[in-house]
């Protein structure tokens, strides 16, 4: 019967509903660290801080972020020709990139770090190496698990991932206490470690072989161009994020910031299918773009599939966000933000389309969309620190607007959810007409 299911739905569909129902199980554990765990160690004056130390860290490591976006493009088009030798060599040297961001993160970080952590909030602590670390690990690990996503190994990438998920719990449960925030980031470096060692395990039988040169004039030519490509957006869109998370701590009170925090945690729920379909379609849209055929079916079936569970999820948390808000650890304080459930999760589901296409695009090898995505990621931050940081520009600006700014409470939640919506359509709008004029 499975096998029947099986050949019924296709490759792409059965491997991401198999990925799809075995990841939720790990899930649920990571959803008892997001709504339970860090909520009762870590007090409601510093939850609003997590989001942004965690894009901080991601920010640090932008240049293993690029690597790992390049290896992947390198690692599916090896894995394709079976050339695992020359894999191999590719995976090698990513310990050596590694060593040497790492230096160049530490002194970063130096400068860098105790401003920000004034900036949101939070005394300094032994928080600096933790983040670094996690952020690192973070970057590092997904490189490894493209290497099973080019080989089309999801049976294992899944069960890492499933083992992930109690070994960070683990950690938190023994770490927090001590230190909240510590622990959080103590937690996050496991998985991620785990995965690495796993990854490797995984792929012992195609690593067995010999390792064959790697480099060469050809591949130098491809890789430095697909990597400045990848450096230029990852350096626009990890700025992007970091500032938008750095506005709604820095710019909002500590409990509104808290209450942003605990929303996404339900929110986050819709997504789940997105990423599934996001890690799946990588392979499969690039052997259709080898092939010569059009990327776009799959894409839009995709999207119509995220955007239906996105829609069901909503509809959820409409009902019942407030009274499970409720339940959770300082909950009387939290439940007042149900409203921001739904909206969330509204605004993942418009980012829908551009993440798949954007996804699709870059196992093609195409990177036209940076032309219409990486301008809104320079010009959306903008505003958002311009119109924020307001009273800065008073001299500057006529008075109805900062009438208009004032009137209208731009340090609210609810105006700022508005701020991202905005973002969002201006991706929608720009990649549908992509994919249109494609079609002319």
């Known amino acids: 019967m499975l096998a029947?299911?099986?050949?019924?739905?296709?490759?792409?569909?059965?491997?991401?509903?198999?990925?799809?129902?075995?990841?939720?199980?790990?899930?649920?554990?990571?959803?008892?660290?997001?709504?339970?765990?860090?909520?009762?160690?870590?007090?409601?004056?510093?939850?609003?801080?997590?989001?942004?130390?965690?894009?901080f860290a991601a920010f640090l490591a932008v240049p293993i972020a690029v690597f790992a976006n390049t290896f992947r493009n390198e690692m599916t088009l090896l894995a394709t020709n079976r050339e695992f030798g020359r894999l191999k060599s590719l995976m090698q040297g990513v310990f050596v990139s590694v060593a040497i961001f790492i230096v160049l993160a530490l002194a970063t970080a130096k400068w860098t770090f105790p401003l920000f952590l004034e900036r949101i909030r939070i005394p300094a602590g032994s928080l600096a190496m933790l983040v670094i670390a996690s952020s690192f690990l973070g970057a590092v690990s997904p490189i490894y698990n493209n290497a099973l996503q080019a080989l089309k190994k999801f049976k294992t990438s899944t069960i890492i991932n499933l083992a992930g998920a109690p070994l960070r719990i683990l950690v938190m449960l023994v770490a927090m206490p001590f230190r909240a925030l510590s622990g959080y980031f103590l937690g996050q470096c496991a998985p991620s470690a785990f995965t690495i060692g796993a990854c490797i395990f995984g792929l012992k039988k195609e690593l067995s072989v010999p390792a064959k040169p790697y480099w060469n004039r050809e591949t130098i030519r491809r890789f430095t161009g697909t990597l400045a490509i990848f450096a230029l957006w990852a350096l626009t869109g990890g700025t992007c994020t970091l500032i938008e998370s750095l506005v709604l701590r820095q710019r909002l009170p500590d409990l509104d910031s808290a209450g942003y925090y605990m929303a996404t945690r339900f929110s986050d729920i819709s997504?789940?299918?997105?990423?599934?379909?996001?890690?799946?379609?990588?392979?499969?849209?690039?052997?259709?773009?080898?092939?010569?055929?059009?990327i776009r079916p799959l894409v839009l079936k995709a999207t119509a599939a995220s955007f239906a569970f996105c829609a069901v999820t909503a509809t959820t948390f409409l009902l019942i966000g407030k009274p499970i808000l409720a339940l959770l650890p300082h909950g009387t304080q939290y439940a007042e933000?149900?409203?921001?459930?739904?909206c969330l999760i509204g605004i993942s589901a418009i980012g829908t389309l551009p993440g798949l296409y954007t996804t699709a695009e870059i196992s093609a090898g195409r990177f036209g969309f940076l032309k219409w995505l990486m301008p809104i990621e320079i010009i959306y931050p903008t505003l958002l620190l311009i119109v924020t940081g307001y009273g800065y520009f008073k001299a500057l600006m006529p008075a109805d607007w900062i009438e208009f700014l004032h009137f209208h409470n731009i340090y609210a939640l609810d105006t700022m959810l508005w701020w991202m919506t905005a973002g969002q359509l201006a991706r929608l709008v720009c990649c549908c007409f992509a994919m249109r004029k494609k079609r002319q």
Do not use: Q
């Open 4 to 55: 029947k299911l099986h050949a019924r739905l296709g490759d792409f569909w059965w491997y991401s509903l198999m990925m799809f129902l075995a990841c939720r199980a790990a899930d649920v554990l990571n959803a008892f660290v997001g709504l339970w765990l860090v909520p009762k160690y870590v007090d409601p004056s510093e939850l609003g801080a997590v989001k942004p130390l965690t894009d």
């Open 271 to 294: 997504t789940y299918l997105y990423m599934t379909l996001a890690f799946a379609m990588f392979p499969f849209s690039a052997e259709i773009a080898k092939k010569g055929g059009d």
């Open 337 to 342: 933000y149900w409203w921001a459930i739904p």
